[in-house]
């Protein structure tokens, strides 16, 4: 009997230690969604939209909200945070089919640091995931993508600047 | 006893087979080695395929996805215009790209309405470190350069239908419209998707020959991003040369290149940055993630 509790110990130790190395290589994915928790929003002009002009559902998981872009400062902003980061991610932005067209950066910030910006041509992308590309940052710390509607050079009130999901992929 | 060395056997076997699966786990991700040194990319070009009017999607997505491995470097001119509101919306950039040994860049692009105020922005990267200057915002900021090991491989758990498109160290984060010359995976891995393609004839684009495709984007998708796209693709190399987007028949964006230059050496000081006078320096300035 002594012999077999040996046997389960060791092999409960030889299974935890192996789950434990595995852990850092299964990637840990959280969706951030505009209006639920880790979003927070600055400004008052903002439209929620439900569906897209051929009426069917829009956003990835809808509503999507937007705003009016603005050519001479930034009226409107959201972001989409993860506290206690567990170190570098993957992220990537999704972009509806409509209500979506500026031309602007999305910053990248790990707690109150910008790490770097990455400009999508909203225009160019119709309900996909966008890739902003691989951020380390520094474990335990914040990581938030930001963006605005402040348009330098493009007219006010031509273009959309829409908020959907965002997705750390850690 | 028998009954014990069974229990044992068995206990054993058990962990061996975690053992395994773990290793395996660990051995077939990728995950924990997202970025390497910019010394470390292959320095290499791919044997030569061209395209021309009889190539088949295929051979075409191929030299779209691997279209950095076919020159060392690349210097041209950009010009681009869209319709925005009835008005013409400019963009102008000069660019240097080195694909190796160290990938940098160096683009230099002003922006604005046609007859108002262009704004500067500039991406200076020399494999180590890039600078980002916005004169718009009135700021610039320093990052590190990291650079994927492949710029086309996904990790495991993307999302379906996301695109990766960033990280051959030649990424030009501010360059918007300007980054599909040099990252034409961008072509085959977003607008060829769910799309109608037309392979057209070779024509001359930018003083080099050219594989016209005509794209047609799915229904849900034409609101967005047009009736038809065309492109001008480099049948010796892949990128993008030239671009007409069409809305309602009507033409309402295009880009195309000027002043070509493949493969002649550009000297390291042309990616040598310096900050701007009187610019404060992004992170030097109290932060706050959003305006209060």
């Known amino acids: 009997m002594k012999s077999r509790s040996k046997g389960l110990i060791l092999a409960f130790l030889i299974i935890t230690t192996i789950l434990c190395a595995s852990l850092p290589v299964l990637a840990a994915t959280t969706i951030i969604y505009n209006g639920g928790s880790g979003w927070s929003q600055s400004g008052s002009e903002w439209h929620s939209q439900s569906t897209g002009r051929d009426g069917q559902p829009i956003g990835y998981s809808p509503p999507m909200v937007w705003t009016w872009n603005n050519s001479s400062s930034t009226s409107e902003a959201g972001a989409w945070s993860i506290s206690n980061a567990s170190g570098g991610c993957y992220i990537y932005a999704y972009i509806p089919r409509n209500y979506a067209d500026v031309n602007q950066r999305y910053y990248i910030w790990d707690n109150n640091s910008i790490i770097a910006s990455s400009l999508v041509n909203q225009a160019s992308y119709a309900d996909q995931w966008i890739n902003l590309g691989y951020f380390s940052i520094v474990p335990s710390h914040t990581v938030r993508v930001q963006f605005d509607d402040f348009t330098p050079g493009v007219s006010s009130n031509t273009r959309y600047a829409g908020f959907d999901e965002m997705r750390f992929v850690f | ?292």
């Open chain 2, 1 to 292: 006893m028998v009954t014990k060395i069974k229990y044992w056997k068995w206990s054993a076997a058990i962990g061996f087979l975690f053992l395994l699966v773990g290793l395996a786990a660990v051995i077939g991700s990728n995950n924990g080695v997202p970025v390497q040194a910019a010394d470390q990319i292959e320095n290499s070009v791919s044997a030569d395929t061209t395209l021309g009017s009889n190539s088949d999607i295929s051979k075409i997505k191929d030299m779209l996805l691997n279209s950095y491995q076919n020159y060392d470097s690349v210097s041209f001119k950009f010009n681009a215009w869209e319709l925005i509101d009835g008005k013409k919306h400019l963009t102008n950039a000069s660019v240097k790209v080195v694909q190796r040994p160290v990938p940098m860049v160096n683009m230099t692009m002003t922006s604005g309405m046609d007859g108002e105020k262009q704004y500067i922005t500039q991406e200076i990267s020399d494999g180590k470190q890039t600078f980002t200057y916005d004169e718009g915002r009135n700021w610039y900021f320093v990052r590190d350069t990291y650079i994927s090991p492949d710029p086309k491989k996904m990790p495991a758990e993307a999302p379906e239908n996301a695109i990766s498109v960033y990280e051959n160290g030649t990424r030009i984060p501010s360059g918007g419209d300007v980054e599909l010359v040099v990252h034409p995976e961008l072509l085959a891995q977003n607008w060829m998707l769910n799309s109608q393609v037309s392979i057209g004839e070779v024509e001359k684009v930018a003083g080099r020959e050219a594989l016209r495709l005509d794209i047609f984007p799915s229904e849900a998708a034409k609101d967005k991003l047009g009736d038809k796209r065309v492109y001008w693709i480099d049948t010796q190399t892949g990128i993008i040369l030239g671009n007409d987007i069409y809305h309602n028949d009507q033409k309402s964006q295009s880009f195309v290149l000027e002043d070509v230059v493949l493969n002649q050496e550009i000297p390291k000081d042309e990616f040598v940055f310096i900050a701007p006078q009187g610019v404060p320096d992004l992170n030097t300035i109290h932060a706050s993630p959003l305006p209060e």
